[in-house]
């Protein structure tokens, strides 16, 4: 029981980790990079300290999901914003353009849910290196998990990309594109939204929303 299969169809026009492709950097190496480059601030007690702009917290608004054959009869589209899959498709273009184009590019390797059998693992690609840190600790990294990585779902992060946040969810694909917004919190949500889909029509129950990063 290894969460969901890939589906390789989804990434076809992926080229996968390029040249300027930042793999599963450590958090000291990612908050330097943000400090130097990002203007980002370390603060005395060693945390990372940086501005998110106008977004200081989600953008319920902003949040789609796409209306395919997973979807259109398990969500409730009175509460839920809808997106073709035509216009889900032009949306994943551009945002593997800027990837296989952009100089610089960070890669995550993590998972959510410490049940191995029921963990997702999740590749993310954000534009900057404060967002990898984040994800690195609201979720659990590769290396610290005895299996193997079996990448599921797909999450790109690229903020500068629009002007106005925008997230978009593919349950078909797999696949999630997040821009418009630094708040970084717009990554947990997205997994946790996939989270409440899979759990309860998968295995019949909900998932708890929390995280634990320290082991006493």
């Known amino acids: 029981k290894h969460g969901l299969l890939k589906i390789e169809t989804a990434l076809q026009e992926d080229r996968g980790d390029m040249k300027g492709m930042l793999k599963n950097l450590r958090p000291i190496e990612l908050m330097n990079i943000s400090e130097r480059e990002e203007g980002s601030i370390i603060t005395?007690?060693?945390?990372?300290?940086?501005?998110?702009?106008?977004?200081?917290?989600?953008?319920?608004?902003?949040k789609f999901i796409v209306y395919d054959n997973l979807s259109k009869d398990k969500i409730c589209w009175e509460n839920n914003n809808k997106i073709s899959q035509g216009e889900f498709d032009e949306y994943y273009k551009k945002f593997l353009f800027f990837k296989n184009n952009a100089q610089k590019v960070y890669h995550q390797e993590v998972s959510a849910v410490r049940d191995p059998d029921y963990v997702l693992d999740i590749d993310i690609y954000t534009e900057f290196a404060k967002h990898s840190l984040f994800v690195r600790n609201m979720f659990i990294p590769e290396q610290e998990q005895?299996?193997?990585?079996?990448?599921?779902?797909?999450?790109?992060?690229?903020?500068?990309?629009?002007?106005?946040?925008?997230?978009?969810i593919s349950l078909e694909k797999r696949v999630?594109?997040?821009?418009?917004?630094?708040?970084?919190?717009?990554?947990?949500?997205?997994?946790?939204?996939?989270?409440?889909?899979?759990?309860?029509?998968?295995w019949g129950f909900l998932p708890m929303h929390c995280s634990v990063n320290v082991d006493k």
């Open 146 to 168: 005895a299996r193997e990585f079996k990448g599921c779902y797909t999450i790109y992060h690229f903020p500068s990309m629009y002007d106005k946040p925008i997230v978009l």
């Open 44 to 62: 005395k007690d060693g945390a990372l300290s940086y501005l998110t702009g106008d977004h200081t917290g989600r953008s319920p608004n902003a």
């Open 176 to 202: 999630i594109l997040i821009s418009g917004t630094h708040y970084s919190g717009e990554i947990k949500k997205s997994i946790f939204t996939v989270l409440n889909y899979w759990l309860p029509e998968s």
